[in-house]
């Protein structure tokens, strides 16, 4: 059974940085990508970025390119997500999830193509 186990959330003021951690953990499959899934209170799941372990290739949204960096550690399925400059906006539960297949894959486009979703972790920005 895929377990994905994020950390890292937690408040910070406007301006700010946090990292968030992700480690999934039972995939059986070689070809996965990772990603970050948001949801602020009355608002539709926003895809943040994702990392695909396949080709490396990597996606962002356009509310956190420039701010926000992912990178991977390959052989334990791990992801980080570093986030910088950080609003009021960017307040929600991240989700991390993965997508895996028997072919070679990329990030999805859409937030309901991954396979897995985790708990999530609470990003609170506020002064």
């Known amino acids: 059974q895929v377990q994905l186990v994020e950390s890292g959330g937690g408040a910070v003021q406007p301006g700010g940085s946090l990292i968030l951690s992700c480690t999934c953990a039972?995939?059986?499959?070689?070809?996965?990508?990772i990603g970050w899934i948001r949801q602020a209170p009355g608002k539709e799941p926003e895809g943040v970025s994702c990392i695909s372990f396949s080709d490396g290739s990597i996606r962002y949204g356009d509310s956190v390119r420039g701010r926000f960096t992912i990178s991977k550690e390959d052989g334990k399925a791990r992801v980080y997500l570093i986030m910088n400059y950080l609003e009021p906006e960017d307040t929600a539960v991240y989700h991390c999830a993965v997508k895996w297949d028997i072919k070679a894959v990329v990030c999805p486009a859409f937030v309901n193509d991954y396979s897995h979703r985790g708990r999530g972790t609470q990003v609170t920005v506020s002064s």
């Open positions: 039972g995939l059986s499959l070689q070809n996965y990508a």
